[in-house]
């Protein structure tokens, strides 16, 4: 780590690879509120990097742990480094485990999806190797997809607010060369329902015991159109997503990030001065509309009456 943190600023993509190096807490709890780094498995790892920061700059940690409040891979992956002799080394492990299970999920997802015949995905926001440490979890299996040379077509929703599915998820399937389409949020359900997708692919920030999940705004839309149209919903996520603690979806608190966010684009206002407004970051899919979780150990078939809590 050399006394600093690393980071991709996904704030300035597409335009711009560019990186951040962070060197107090009070950075990376800022880079997390303001989304330069973001995606829940990311987070966990960020924030493990941030307890092995504090320990050298005296910070509490306190603030870190609940930057994010809906996504509990970050307090998460708080909670692993603070508990450890050494949290820069469990910092570290977090961060290969991350990678690993990337890989693993990807091998299961693609897997399933192979059973079904599943050559055209849908998606939401951006699972990427951006939101991760590399490859990614719902777009980890697109990947896989990809280089086994399964995948028909991507269709990636543009992602309100923020525009995280036309910004980062198109620019990394157009890094790895993958077929793809953006689409608007609010014709998810509609394409689906006209034969556009074999499968819906989504990430999580947390996952209920009971199988209910906390994901991207605009994710319960397409697992109501999903249903409709008879498609396979899954969520693809790492085991460190399920949170026992958390038995249902009333029980996750949802962000709201504010009006200013939707009532303007880029700095750009697009909505009359004074403009009120609503900005759930996310949105709950009960378990009842998912067909199965994957993760890099198991395949929690939730349209089979089984829960994250037991199988």
């Not at 560019?18 to 880079?31: E, F, K, N, Q, S």
């Not at 989304?35 to 700059?57: N, Y």
């Not at 015991?209 to 605009?218: F, Q, R, S, W, Y």
């Amino acid at each position: 780590m050399d006394g600093a943190i690393v980071l991709v600023d996904q704030t300035r993509l597409p335009g711009e690879l560019a990186y951040l190096r962070v060197t107090t807490v009070a950075d990376l709890i800022d880079a997390i509120k303001r989304l330069a780094v973001r995606g829940a498995p990311a987070l966990g790892v960020a924030g493990a990097l941030g307890v092995a920061l504090a320990a050298r700059t005296g910070e509490p940690i306190g603030p870190l742990r609940s930057a994010r409040p809906t996504a509990v891979n970050l307090a998460w992956g708080v909670d692993q480094a603070a508990a450890s002799p050494d949290p820069l080394a469990r910092a570290l492990e977090i961060r290969d485990e991350d990678v690993a299970a990337c890989l693993a999920m990807g091998a299961r997802g693609a897997d399933l999806l192979a059973e079904r015949g599943a050559t055209r995905v849908m998606t939401v926001c951006n699972t990427g190797g951006l939101a991760t440490v590399e490859r990614g979890t719902a777009l980890g299996v697109i990947q896989t997809m990809h280089e086994r040379g399964a995948l028909r077509e991507a269709i990636a929703l543009e992602t309100r607010p923020l525009l995280q599915g036309a910004r980062l998820t198109a620019w990394e399937l157009a890094r790895m060369g993958a077929p793809h389409r953006l689409i608007v949020d609010s014709a998810g359900p509609f394409l689906l329902a006209r034969g556009a997708a074999d499968a819906v692919l989504i990430g999580a920030d947390r996952i209920a015991a009971n199988g209910d999940t906390a994901n991207k705004i605009g994710s319960y839309a397409l697992a109501l159109g999903a249903r409709r149209a008879g498609v396979p919903f899954l969520v693809i996520a790492p085991e460190n997503t399920i949170d026992l603690a958390t038995p249902d979806g009333d029980a996750i608190h949802i962000e709201d990030r504010g009006a200013a966010e939707v009532v303007s684009v880029g700095g750009v206002r697009l909505a009359p001065e004074g403009t009120e407004a609503l900005n759930p970051a996310f949105d709950v899919t009960p378990a009842d509309l998912i067909t199965a979780i994957v993760t890099e150990s198991r395949v929690i078939r939730v349209d089979r009456g089984e829960r994250p809590d037991r199988t």
